[in-house]
């Protein structure tokens, strides 16, 4: 629109004098070319403002820099560049220099009350150090290390991925049905194969088994691969047999339908237990049912009964009913041994968090999920809980963009993600896609920390422990074994 009516730019411009763009890096490339090419249709003056670090363009989809908008002519943007460096220790700041790929060279802040300042005006030394090992156990990691990882505010952990952390934290189980469902994939493949071949079937009032069955019969080789599951659909439905029983069953044109993503399960994750709940949640309306559930057993094991009456669904009218919810609020208490089913029915039943329309639709729409979710021991959501509270020292390495911590361990693990790879990262080899998203993860993990970091490989080439000696010192790569 802004590049075919100049008279919008034109409004624009008188609208908004002022335009300031904060992290400028994450932002759509469509949004910037509005700013810096249509509005120049319109000769108005307006001055606009880019705020951001082109080494943290950690996410797909945005323009990562605007190298090509620099210049110090006035329908340019003038770069201002951040020399100095308030949160890191110089040990940090030495490293992060060295990483960053950008030419722009940190320095320690010349205000004395920086946050890395000490008390006489001198920068904060700090610690880094590469730790290797041929086992891939974290625990000797920590042991080494002697933080107190319980103490969340002070230690974090960093991981690529969900999927790493929550075998350490305990939600291995939840974190597969939300991200790992091969079953559900070989559902797509075939309604996408139906959708390509409209005539091949009609999928209404059919179970999943039907339409499998009817789509293979009488073909053979390509054809029948087609509308079969691949290797890795296979391997995990041999697997998980029973949950794939339970799906041949279900209506094709309802399983189909299901939507599900990680998103769903571990969106609004904190950094730690005092940050603020973020609006707009992506979590399904299952995980938010259980969520109320945990929240109102964790406000009476706290004592914060006032906060629990008011977010539960009991009515008290008496004294007798007093005893009784605390008689069945105790019950739910102990419920790390039952199944999510039970807990959800069991508060409903006692009246703590009743079953609402919200979780009797997806019961209905999504049972497919739904019953996976409910098969589970409630424990597994209970850690699923006080991971996204913050109570863990676990987090993502997207997610700590913009936060900062004392003490930083780095896990560089992959975890089979072909869009990272930390063997690239110190050989400086691989796609160059991959090698600069790897490099820029990477500076963000390093910077977080605010005394020390501390970053774990396992099993490293020499050259990967070369490169490591030439960035940390050779005094500070250790091998731990």
Same mark, same amino acid.
């Given at each position: ?253 309802? /399983? ?8 769903? =399960?571990? +969106? *609004? ?5 005092? $940050? &603020?709940? @973020? ?64 807990? /959800? ?8 968090? =009743?079953? +609402? *329309? ?5 019961? $209905? &729409?999504? @049972? ?114």
């Amino acid at each position: 629109m802004y590049e075919k009516y100049p008279k919008l730019c034109a409004i624009t411009k008188d609208t908004y004098p002022f335009v300031f763009v904060d992290e400028y890096q994450d932002t759509s490339k469509l949004v910037v070319e509005i700013l810096l090419e249509h509005l120049k249709q319109s000769q108005k003056e307006n001055i606009i403002g880019f705020f951001g670090d082109a080494m943290q363009s950690i996410y797909d989809g945005s323009i990562g820099n605007i190298d090509e908008y620099k210049g110090q002519e006035d329908h340019l943007v003038n770069e201002v560049k951040k020399e100095q460096n308030r949160r890191n220790p110089q040990l940090v700041i030495d490293l992060s220099n060295k990483i960053r790929t950008d030419g722009l060279t940190q320095h320690p802040s010349d205000d004395p009350s920086a946050p890395n300042m000490e008390p006489d005006g001198n920068v904060k030394e700090g610690s880094i150090f590469f730790l290797y090992s041929d086992d891939d156990d974290l625990n000797n990691v920590r042991s080494y290390l002697g933080w107190d990882f319980s103490d969340t505010k002070q230690n974090k952990e960093l991981n690529l991925t969900h999927n790493l952390i929550a075998a350490k934290a305990g939600f291995e189980e939840l974190m597969r049905i939300y991200d790992s469902d091969k079953i559900l994939d070989f559902v797509a493949r075939l309604k996408k194969y139906i959708k390509a071949n409209p005539e091949s079937i009609e999928t209404e009032g059919k179970t999943l088994k039907k339409v499998i069955d009817e789509l293979q019969e009488g073909k053979s080789g390509r054809t029948l691969n087609a509308v079969s599951p691949t290797r890795g659909m296979q391997e995990y439905i041999d697997i998980n047999q029973a949950t794939y029983e339970e799906a041949l069953q279900c209506p094709f044109d309802q /399983i189909a339908s299901i939507y599900i993503n990680k998103d769903q =399960l571990v +969106d *609004d994750k904190k950094n730690d237990t005092e $940050e &603020n709940d @973020k609006p707009g949640s992506k979590r399904d309306d299952i995980i938010k049912h259980l969520f109320k559930i945990q929240h109102a057993l964790r406000l009476y094991e706290e004592k914060k009964y006032n906060e629990f009456i008011r977010i539960t669904d009991f009515k008290i009218t008496s004294l007798q009913a007093k005893s009784r919810l605390q008689k069945n609020v105790q019950m739910l208490v102990e419920a790390s041994k039952k199944t999510i089913s039970e807990v /959800i029915n069991d508060a409903d039943d006692y009246g703590i968090v =009743l079953i +609402d *329309d919200r979780v009797q639709k997806i019961r $209905e &729409n999504k @049972k497919y999920i739904y019953d996976q979710v409910c098969r589970l021991n409630f424990i597994q959501f209970q850690q699923l809980y006080q991971y996204l509270e913050g109570f863990t020292p676990f987090s993502t390495q997207h997610k700590t963009k913009g936060a900062e911590f004392p003490n930083v361990l780095v896990v560089l693990d992959n975890g089979k993600w072909n869009n990272y790879n930390f063997n690239y990262l110190f050989t400086n080899e691989g796609t160059e896609s991959v090698l600069h998203r790897t490099q820029k993860i990477f500076y963000v993990c390093c910077t977080r920390a605010k005394e020390q970091l501390a970053v774990f490989f396992h099993q490293p080439s020499q050259a990967v422990i070369d490169r490591a000696r030439e960035w940390f010192g050779k005094e500070n790569v250790q091998c731990i074994d």
